[in-house]
């Protein structure tokens, strides 16, 4: 039970990570889609999002690169992105996020995007906004078991339009 929390406590910081790089980010070249580059990819993540979306991923970095870290290591992740919108993101606004540990889900959860955010330099509303780059370092906790984890994280916003649909995985070891 002790690991379970502590892999709920990661993803979840992980969530607000990225959700904040999602919505924050903005700039220059195609991130790759899950059409033309399907998991599992050397990246570790793929823009599952239709071309509708209102932020287009242009770019994502993952290190170590992969999503490859060893338990009780950092993971840093930094997302540029091409915001579409032309209208501010307001309450309403959410996030599913589904984490999975091998065929166990871990995560299913929907989280307000404007009370993740509150705390952040992006609170709601969130008016269009030129080119950005956010990154974040996560730690992956010691006690989580080794393995490869998957996950889908979607935001939508106050009407329900689709925002970003990112899928990514990540190899953790001992």
């Known amino acids: 039970r002790r690991v379970h929390g502590d892999l709920l406590q990661m993803f979840a910081a992980s969530s607000v990570a990225l959700v904040v790089l999602a919505l924050a980010a903005l700039a220059a070249a195609q ?53 579409q919108a032309s209208y501010a993101i307001t309450t309403g606004s959410q996030v599913s996020l589904v984490v999975k540990y091998s065929v166990i889900t871990v995560i299913s959860k929907t989280y307000d995007l404007c009370e993740l955010l509150e ?49 990514f995985d990540m190899v953790v070891s001992a």
């Open 119 to 167: 705390n952040t330099d992006y609170p709601c509303p969130i008016a269009p906004f030129g080119s950005k780059t956010v990154s974040i370092t996560e730690m992956i906790p010691s006690t989580a078991p080794a393995g490869t984890y998957t996950g889908n994280a979607k935001g939508t916003d106050q009407e329900g339009n689709e925002i970003f649909n990112i899928q």
């Open 31 to 83: 991130v790759p889609t899950c059409s033309s580059d399907p998991l599992p990819n050397s990246d570790g993540f793929c823009d599952a999002g239709a071309s509708t979306d209102d932020l287009v991923l242009t770019a994502i970095t993952i290190s170590p690169l992969g999503g490859q870290v060893v338990r009780g290591s950092n993971i840093s992740v930094s997302a540029t992105g091409d915001d």
